[in-house]
Every structure is written in C-alpha cells, then in structure tokens.
C-alpha cells in the first residue's frame, strides 16, 4: 500500500540545488560593492564642482533597490527548494551587512552631507559621520537580534495567524534611503537646512530598525499557489507604474512601509488609552523586550 503523500518521505535536495539561494546572495554582495564604488566616483566628479545631475549616484542608489528584490528572492528560493541551511543564512546577514548598511550610509553621506554648505548646526562633517555610523551600527545590531530570536515578541503583538517583523527591516531602511535619492533626481544637495532634515531621517531609520515596533511581513504569501484575477491585475498594474513612474512609486512604496510600522503603533496606543471598554483590562505587555542583539 503506498505511503500518503503527506506521509511520504522528501528526497534531499541535489548539492547543486544549494547554489541557487547562494547565486542571489552572492549578487546581492556584488550590488552592494557596486554601490560602494559608484558612489566613491560620483563624490569624485562632484568634487569637481559638477553639482547637477549625478549618475554614479543614480546607480548607486538603482542597485541597492535591485539588491532588496534579490535580498526577497534568495530565502523564498531557499525554502522552495528546501535547501535552508546554517551557511546560507550568516552569508545573507553578511551580505545584508555590506549592501544594506555600509552601501547606504556611505551613500547617504557622499550625497547628502558632503557637498552641503556649511550652517547650523552643520559647520563641519562630525554630525553627518555620527548618524552615517548611526544608521550602519543599528542595522547590524538588527540583523544581530533578528539571527539570533527564534520567536521574537513585538512590543505591540499583533494576531497570532499573522507573522510579522520585530524593527524596521534593515532592506527596507536602505530602500528608503535610495528612494529618497532617486526620487530627488541624484544631485547632491547643497543647502545645509535640507541636510539637516536628511540626518533627521536617517537618525529615525536608525531608531526604527532597533525598535520593537510591529512591521508587515509578506513571507505568508505562497507565489505558488493559485492567486485571484485582482492579484495578478494589481502586480502587473504596479510593474506598469515602476517602470514609467519609477521615481514617485519607489519612494510612496517605501515611504508607505516605513510609515506603516508607526501608524500600527500609534494606532495600538490610541486604542488602549481611549477606545478600552469598562470591565475590560488592557492585556498585559511582554514584561521584557528582545535584545538587541
């Protein structure tokens, strides 16, 4: 009598199946150097005094959003082809290390600290090298926490049939940050006043990504499964709006997701303080909160 197919047991994967997840992984390192190097020339050739226009930003900024797709395929592929392993998972927090926090805080810097005059509180470099650092040390200790919780616990727990991300994802913090630079146009900016409002958004990324705070997580979603006619219709209208809208549809869909995580909490807060009902206590909140790493 033949086992049922729930009962049967899996064939282990090929070893060539295990290069797969390890082709994005290694791609999403490449991008990351890519961005490094390119925004090293773009600081170069506005050294120059060519302040327009950069495009060693622009690509850099286009390869860190191309390495959050990769960074979103490797581990789905990995679980796909059940070749999930110990290796592939500290060579992608390695990987996000480069592409993701030293690419961007390196970028985010050349573009909006080193080419801005001096004022306020800006008279020199220390407060842009400060949260730069910022912004690379917090996403590392992100990735830290995120390696080593098996069940981590939001601060404000959300249902328990959803799963859901502890902080700010540390790709989507970059992505952030390179759609604010490709939605501006990739000139570097040169008013001390605007630079000081881009450190302030760094320095709250930074804040974000060590949270506790409850963010969506999208790893529910079977692309294998048979999906609803409205599905497909919205993922081909956004591919649409990508690719003749880039600019503004890049940075509204980062902009939404980091804005998503303080709207669920300030929305928690609201709802325990003035919408709890008589007679019903507030259930209690995790009395300590994840490490940071």
Not at 173 to 191: F, K, M, R, S
Request: hydrophobic content about 50%; proline content about 9%; aromatic content about 12%.
């Amino acid at each position: 009598m033949p086992e049922p197919a729930d009962l049967a047991p899996r064939k282990p994967p090929r070893r060539a199946a295990y290069l797969l997840p390890t082709l994005f992984t290694s791609g999403n390192v490449f991008l990351g150097f890519l961005a490094i190097l390119r925004t090293f020339e773009g600081a170069l050739a506005a050294s120059t005094g060519n302040l327009g226009y950069n495009p060693d930003f622009a690509l850099a900024a286009k390869a860190i959003g191309i390495a959050v797709l990769l960074d979103g395929l490797d581990g789905r592929i990995a679980r796909m082809t059940n070749t999930v392993s110990a290796f592939g998972r500290e060579l992608d927090s390695l990987a996000d290390v480069i592409t993701f926090g030293i690419a961007p805080a390196v970028l985010a810097f050349a573009w909006g600290v080193e080419f801005a005059a001096p004022g306020g509180f800006l008279r020199d470099h220390r407060a842009g090298y400060f949260i730069a650092f910022l912004f690379l040390l917090c996403g590392a200790a992100r990735l830290a926490r995120f390696n080593v919780q098996t069940n981590p616990k939001p601060k404000n727990p959300g249902r328990p049939d959803r799963k859901y991300f502890v902080g700010l994802p540390i790709p989507a913090a970059a992505a952030a940050v390179a759609a604010v630079i490709y939605a501006q146009g990739c000139a570097p900016l040169q008013d001390w006043l605007l630079s000081a409002l881009w450190l302030a958004l760094l320095a709250a990324l930074s804040f974000l990504m060590v949270s506790t705070w409850r963010y969506p997580s999208f790893k529910e979603i079977n692309l294998l499964k048979p999906q609803s006619p409205l599905i497909l219709i919205l993922l081909g209208s956004l591919v649409y709006l990508i690719w003749n809208f880039g600019q503004t549809v890049l940075l509204l869909m980062a902009a939404t997701y980091v804005l998503s995580g303080i709207t669920i909490r300030i929305g928690g807060i609201f709802r325990r303080k003035f919408l709890r009902r008589p007679g019903h206590p507030e259930p209690a909140e995790p009395a300590t909160e994840p490490p940071l790493g």
